[in-house]
Each structure stands twice: as structure tokens, then as C-alpha cells.
């Protein structure tokens, strides 16, 4: 009898040593909703509000702000065309290479202050340019603003890149020499009596090295900018000195030689600007365009007699 009270008191007592070492959890039935203590950032003490989460204050989600490009520029032309604004991307330029409009819109897309020269003046405006727009029309990107600009022409690159121009004079086109030039050359493509609506003739210095280059505007076409038929063109010459002799070039233009009248919608060509860009010290050749319901414009880069298209976007 001594011997089971004595094994009940031992058993007794390990299990109250053994509970000692164990926790139990409590578990929240289902039925029942927990209240939750609201959190603040820094504390852990309650609030003393009677709803059950603080409300945290408003935040502004800030645009990230694009830093202007400082290798390289893109490069806009446009103005006050067809009663509203607009500005044409034709490309981008570094100190080494001309950049396509699309690689120029993937190495720089933001806002930035323009540039904006014209034929005889340099940085003559400054104004705020948009991000580019891509037209799956035109499929070209132009660069929206609200300058309130009232002319046209304009060649702009970002504010900081530096550029160079030189002075550009207007020749008299009412003598006979230019007019002959025009004449010859034309004659050389196969038209016959070439007649001139407009002659225009300009005189710069283009490598800056004292021998000037002469630029001819000559244009004749049906007034409709619908048709076009033989004898028909609008043309951009250069003249210029190579060695011991004088070469004529063409560097933009059409000549049209169909018998019969066609729905063509031709190009006007201008000349718009000499400006150097790429910052080699020769100025480059900026010529527009004008076609039925459209415009736009090409950079062309003079070496010696050779011209090559550089940069270039129309709609």
C-alpha cells in the first residue's frame, strides 16, 4: 500500500516539473473578430483613434526629369507653318556622327529648352520643346510647343550646343550670269528652253577659309502643286571654286520631263540655312521643302565638290 502512494506522489510530481518547460498558444476562434492596433512608422504605440487603421498622409509621385544631352543635339526645323506651329525632328548630331530621328529619340525623349536660328541670324528665339511625337502618318516625330512663334525657317538645337555661322548675302538675281548658270545646267539634264518662275542667289563662306560658294534657288512649276509635266523642276545649285576651276552641283532638287501632264504633287525647294552643326568648322546646308499639304527639310554636308544628305524628315 506504502509502495503505489509512493510510485502516485512520483508521477504527480514530473508532471508538474514537465508542464513548467512547455507554452501553449491561444487560439482566436473563428467566429471572433481580432482587434488590430494601428501601426505609425517609428512607433508601436496605439493611437487614439476609434477607427481601426491611421490614416496616412498624401504623397506626390514626382515625374523623373530627363537631363539634357550635352554629347550630342537633337536637331529640329519648322516654325509658324500652315497657320499653327510646327517642328519637324530631322535627326541629331555629335562632334563625330550624324544620329538617325529614331536613335536620337532613344538616347534623349524629354523636354528641353531649343535653340533656334535662321538664315542670317543665330539663337534668334529660345523655346520650350515638348517630348517628340512619332506620326504613323508622316512617319516622322515632330516636337510640340507653345512658343507662339510668328515666322518660319527655323533650325533649332538644344540650348548649349554650340553651333557656328557665318554671314550670308542675297545676290541680285536680275543679271543674266546666274540666270545663264541655271540655263546651262538645266540645258545638260534635257530641258529645253528652260523658263524661271524664282531665282534666288546666295553668297557665304563655308569653310571659312576666305573663298565664298555661291547657292542657286531656281524653281518652275504649275502653281496648283498637283502636276507636273517636261520642263517642270525646282533646284538647289552650288558653285563652287575647285583648284583652278569653277563646278556647278546640285545638291537638292527635281527636273520633270514627261509629254504629258501628271499628278506628281512636287516639291518647292528653299534654301533655309548655313550652319554648322557637327562642330568641324564648314558650315552645312540646310534646304526646305513645300509640297501639297506638307513640308520638311534635309541637312546636306559639303566636302570639296562632294554633297551628301545628312539628316532629313518631312510629312
Not at 289 to 310: I, R, Y
Request: net charge negative; glycine share 8%.
Amino acid at each position: 500500500m506504502k509502495a503505489k502512494k509512493f510510485l502516485l506522489m512520483f508521477v504527480l510530481s514530473f508532471s508538474l516539473i514537465a508542464c513548467s518547460f512547455f507554452t501553449f498558444e491561444v487560439v482566436t476562434p473563428a467566429s471572433v473578430t481580432p482587434t488590430f492596433t494601428p501601426w505609425v512608422e517609428g512607433t508601436e504605440m496605439a493611437l487614439a483613434s476609434p477607427t481601426p487603421f491611421a490614416t496616412l498622409p498624401p504623397f506626390e509621385v514626382t515625374q523623373a526629369v530627363m537631363e539634357k544631352p550635352v554629347d550630342f543635339s537633337p536637331v529640329v526645323y519648322g516654325g509658324k507653318m500652315y497657320d499653327s506651329e510646327f517642328f519637324l525632328l530631322l535627326g541629331g548630331v555629335s562632334r563625330d556622327t550624324w544620329i538617325t530621328p529614331d536613335e536620337s529619340v532613344s538616347r534623349f525623349s524629354g523636354e528641353v529648352t531649343y535653340s533656334l536660328s535662321n538664315m542670317t541670324q543665330q539663337a534668334k528665339y529660345f523655346l520650350w520643346g515638348k517630348s517628340p511625337e512619332f506620326s504613323p502618318t508622316c512617319k516622322s516625330y515632330s516636337v510640340p510647343t507653345d512658343a507662339g512663334l510668328n515666322e518660319a525657317g527655323f533650325v533649332g538645337v538644344v540650348d548649349g550646343w554650340t553651333i557656328t555661322k557665318r554671314q550670308v548675302d542675297e545676290l541680285s538675281a536680275d543679271g543674266e550670269f546666274y540666270q545663264q548658270v541655271v540655263v546651262d545646267w538645266l540645258t545638260d539634264e534635257g530641258v529645253k528652253d528652260p523658263q524661271f518662275d524664282t531665282l534666288r542667289v546666295y553668297r557665304v563662306d563655308l569653310e571659312g577659309d576666305g573663298s565664298d560658294e555661291i547657292f542657286i534657288n531656281a524653281t518652275h512649276l504649275d502653281e496648283s502643286q498637283h502636276t507636273t509635266k517636261a520642263g517642270d523642276y525646282s533646284i538647289v545649285l552650288m558653285r563652287k571654286v575647285i583648284g583652278n576651276e569653277v563646278v556647278t552641283k546640285l545638291v537638292a532638287g527635281d527636273v520633270y520631263d514627261s509629254k504629258e501632264l501628271e499628278i506628281t504633287y512636287p516639291r518647292t525647294y528653299s534654301l533655309a540655312n548655313f550652319i554648322d552643326l557637327d562642330q568641324d568648322g564648314v558650315l552645312e546646308v540646310v534646304v526646305s521643302f513645300l509640297k501639297w499639304e506638307g513640308f520638311g527639310a534635309s541637312v546636306f554636308q559639303v566636302d570639296g565638290q562632294d554633297v551628301t544628305q545628312t539628316l532629313s524628315a518631312g510629312c
